[in-house]
């Protein structure tokens, strides 16, 4: 059983930072990459950010810059610096995990920035 648990999320003031925090229940280095995604009302579902098992990280364009995924071994857990915040960025952010073919996701935690 693998489970995911997002934290973290709140209500910003544009240019305002929030971390969000992904606890795995096991071992993150299992994943051979974990990402975080987020989902905006009447939208498709988008990466934003994602590290794979050899530490490669991707950005999504309208985040680089700004937002910076990091992990910690000891505590299993990745994490989301979300720093300058903008309206746009307002959604349900999910963390994933994905194991060969397989893909795991969190429940999600609600991002609101105001405008």
């Known amino acids: 059983q693998v489970d995911l648990v997002e934290s973290g999320g709140g209500s910003v003031q544009p240019g305002g930072s929030l971390t969000l925090s992904c606890a795995a229940s096991?071992?993150?280095?299992?994943?051979?990459?974990m990402a975080w995604s987020r989902q905006a009302p009447g939208k498709q579902r988008e990466l934003v950010a994602s590290?794979?098992?050899?530490?490669?990280?991707t950005y999504a364009d309208s985040v680089k810059g700004r937002f910076t995924i990091s992990r910690d071994a000891a505590a299993n857990t990745v994490y989301l610096r979300m720093d300058n915040l903008s309206p746009e960025d307002t959604a349900t952010y999910y963390c994933?995990?994905?194991?060969?073919?397989?893909?795991?996701w969190g429940q999600g935690t609600q991002v609101t920035v105001f405008s």
């Open positions: 096991g071992n993150i280095f299992e994943f051979n990459d």
């Open positions: 994933r995990g994905r194991i060969l073919s397989r893909l795991y």
């Open positions: 590290i794979n098992v050899g530490g490669r990280l």
